[in-house]
């Protein structure tokens, strides 16, 4: 099985598209962190050759005031939403997966940051490059060529799988 997640930003957002058997990602297809109308375009092309499940961070409320940049980001992620359905031609099974849910899941704490997150996500995938799980150009690991937006949408799959993959895959 294989799902498509998306960490959506106000202009650029990163995505990866893995492969998963239960509840364990196995490989991972494509990840990078790209502009919104550039990944807009390319979720019909995902969709025809992958056929995956689709899973989204979701914005939550946390009683604070919020800026622009969060209502234009949730403004991408509608976008994002209608881009799979239209490319899917039916409703696709929208997975929203709430920044929460990923730090509960990853490191049982919602205290965790992005380094706390980064790091648990190491220990769990890395075969040999236990520092930052990327490895070298002659001896890869598993997050090999990873950079910025690319671990969160990571952590997005990671928790649909933990959280849903067993039960959809």
Known sequence: MKVF???????????????YKGDK????????????EELL???STIYMEDNPKFAI???????????????????????????????DYKKVD?????R????????KSVKANDSNIRRQLIDIYAQHDFKNGKGTKSAKDFFYGFKADMWAAFAVAHTFVKKKG????
């Open 41 to 43: 375009e390319m979720i």
């Open 5 to 19: 997640a998306i960490d959506p930003g106000n202009i650029e957002s990163g995505y990866c598209l893995v492969e």
């Open 100 to 107: 929460r849910e990923e730090k509960l899941e990853i490191c």
């Open 57 to 87: 961070e979701l914005i939550e409320s946390y009683g604070m005031a919020v800026g622009r940049s969060v209502f234009d980001t949730c403004i991408w992620t509608g976008r994002f939403i209608q881009a799979a359905e239209d490319a």
């Open 94 to 98: 929208v997975n929203f997966i709430t």
């Open 166 to 169: 067993g039960k959809n895959g």
């Open 25 to 36: 990602i196995t490989k991972i297809l494509k990840a990078e962190k790209v502009e919104n």
